[in-house]
């Protein structure tokens, strides 16, 4: 669901956050406001855009703590990819690329931001720029005129910047040996790795190694097999972790997901392979480890886990609109940094809301533990309670009725869903367009507007959908003493524009 902000500038007056993210024009274009931004040095703007000085040549994230530069002497870029394309090289002081990513990508549902969900996801690593135009359903020419319309930098320039991303991760966390981190973030030769080093972070891939020893955390071979990394994913805060455990705990299906009082860990399908991943919350960042059978999906299993904590949220945007409603007010102060949910996979996702569909919450979870014992992939290497990978659609188009409890239509319409995404009728990934894949969703039997929603909502991110039909979100609606008819609430909900999707998660606290 979405994010919240709000940023005060030392030298006079307000920045306000909840317009920054609500306007027409990007904010990388309002020089004004970013350099006060700049100036003021406020961390929450990080990876909302990126300051390029033109007497150092290198650019940096808006808090910096090197001396602001004059006005003149800056230019201001929507992603890294377009500063380097600029001819600039990161900040090795301030590292602009290691922040939480711009919110932006959730609050817009337009083409320029599904692509960027996806370049991050590694789909140029791994099915080119002819594959992400295709996803996205634009021919390359087209996509490549509006993404360098849009952020400066086409789609090669910005799948360049994410490999420079993996590999400096994989460079500074990591002994692996630099030939195999080359081919492990893309690249297709050591010597484009080498020259996109030398031109991102004006070193060579062993020098950025040599100064990040002393913050190195090291990867170790997993049991048997694959790589294990310790990564920090930052965030804004405030961050509610404990809504987030809360929600994932009462939801985890046994040998896919384990949750404890500090942290959260699951099974990954990954594009090369599966994974495990253990998630601990602390102060400013999550610990993320991961055991990985195929490092190359590095990239993707971080931008699977983001989403899933919804760790690019703008917690201050979402709480200067939320607030403002007396009802949601002492909900807003009494759990700052409340978090959507996300997933790290869109079938399961939908399979998972079917079987969640006029039941409780630990009935579903039953039924997909019982999906997950019979038709899960084991693990080769089990990582203590968690062995098994959920159930791919294919298996549960072809096997789920020898499985599936209830009666025989929900069955049927829970396989005949499997057998759409089996069969690519129906795809559901990160860069699908909101109102198209609502569609296609609505047309399966057994799908209606409140599944449908709640996919968008957990696969897609959207941040302003309240499933004014869930009965559970309308009893706490009333408990607020806000209007529990659907009619009612929505129309007490265009207050909350456009972070309806955080509201409904208060809603349902409050029941």
């Keep these: 669901m979405a994010d919240f902000r709000q940023s005060g500038d030392p030298a006079g007056g307000t920045i306000d956050l909840v317009t920054t993210l609500t306007r027409t024009?990007?904010?990388?274009?309002?020089?004004?406001?970013?350099?006060?931004?700049?100036?003021?040095?406020?961390?929450?703007?990080?990876?909302?855009?990126?300051?390029?000085?033109?007497?150092?040549?290198?650019?940096?994230?808006?808090?910096?703590?090197?001396?602001?530069?004059?006005?003149?002497?800056?230019?201001?870029?929507?992603?890294?990819?377009?500063?380097?394309?600029?001819?600039?090289?990161a900040c090795r002081r301030c590292l602009p690329d290691a922040?939480?990513?711009?919110?932006?990508?959730n609050v817009r549902a337009d083409l320029a931001a599904r692509a960027m969900r996806l370049i991050a996801d590694g789909t140029v690593e791994r099915e080119g720029v002819p594959g992400l135009a295709s996803r996205l359903g634009y021919s390359e020419r087209q996509l490549g005129r509006v993404l360098t319309a849009e952020l400066?930098?086409?789609?090669?320039?910005?799948?360049?910047?994410?490999?420079?991303?993996?590999?400096?991760?994989?460079?500074?966390?990591?002994?692996?040996?630099?030939?195999?981190?080359?081919?492990?973030?893309?690249?297709?030769?050591?010597?484009?790795?080498?020259?996109?080093?030398?031109?991102?972070?004006?070193?060579?891939p062993s020098g950025l190694r040599e100064s990040a020893s002393r913050r190195r955390l090291p990867a170790e071979a997993a049991p048997s097999s694959g790589t294990r990394l310790v990564l920090r994913l930052p965030y804004r805060p405030p961050f509610d972790a404990n809504g987030l455990l809360t929600f994932f705990g009462d939801r985890a299906v046994p040998g896919v997901e384990e949750v404890t009082e500090t942290g959260y860990a699951r099974t990954l399908r990954l594009p090369h392979g599966a994974a495990t991943v253990r998630l601990t919350p602390s102060d400013g960042h999550v610990r993320c480890e991961l055991h990985l059978v195929d490092v190359r999906d590095l990239g993707s299993a971080v931008a699977r886990v983001r989403r899933l904590f919804d760790l690019d949220a703008d917690p201050h945007a979402v709480a200067g609109v939320l607030a403002a409603d007396p009802a949601l007010a002492p909900l807003v102060a009494a759990t700052p940094g409340i978090r959507v949910p996300g997933a790290v996979d869109g079938a399961e996702l939908v399979l998972r809301a079917m079987l969640g569909q006029q039941v409780s919450v630990a009935a579903a979870r039953t039924a997909a533990g019982r999906l997950t014992a019979e038709l899960g992939e084991p693990l080769a290497v089990p990582s203590g309670s968690l062995t098994t990978l959920f159930p791919t659609a294919e298996a549960v188009a072809e096997h789920g009725a020898d499985v599936l409890r209830g009666p025989r239509r929900r069955i049927e319409s829970i396989q005949r869903a499997a057998e759409a995404m089996a069969r690519h009728e129906v795809t559901v990934h990160v860069g699908r367009d909101a109102g198209e894949l609502r569609a296609e969703l609505l047309e399966l039997p057994g799908i209606?507007?409140?599944?449908?929603?709640?996919?968008?909502?957990?696969?897609?991110?959207?941040?302003?959908?309240?499933?004014?039909?869930?009965?559970?979100?309308?009893?706490?609606?009333?408990?607020?003493?806000?209007?529990?008819?659907?009619?009612?609430?929505?129309?007490?909900?265009?207050?909350?524009?456009?972070?309806?999707?955080?509201a409904g998660m208060y809603l349902w606290r409050a029941a």
């Design 25 to 89: 024009e990007p904010l990388w274009r309002d020089t004004e406001r970013c350099y006060r931004a700049v100036a003021s040095r406020d961390s929450r703007f990080d990876g909302q855009f990126v300051m390029a000085v033109r007497t150092t040549g290198i650019y940096c994230r808006p808090s910096c703590p090197a001396i602001t530069p004059k006005p003149d002497n800056v230019r201001f870029y929507p992603t890294s990819a377009a500063a380097q394309s600029g001819g600039y090289r």
């Design 448 to 502: 209606g507007p409140w599944t449908a929603d709640y996919v968008l909502t957990r696969v897609l991110g959207v941040p302003d959908l309240l499933l004014t039909g869930d009965l559970v979100l309308r009893k706490g609606a009333a408990a607020l003493g806000l209007p529990d008819d659907p009619a009612g609430l929505a129309e007490r909900a265009q207050a909350w524009r456009p972070w309806r999707s955080y």
């Design 99 to 105: 922040v939480p990513g711009s919110p932006e990508w």
């Design 152 to 204: 400066g930098a086409g789609p090669l320039a910005l799948a360049r910047a994410h490999r420079a991303h993996s590999a400096r991760l994989l460079i500074e966390m990591s002994d692996m040996p630099l030939a195999d981190v080359a081919f492990a973030a893309g690249f297709a030769s050591i010597r484009q790795f080498n020259d996109t080093v030398r031109e991102v972070f004006a070193t060579t």
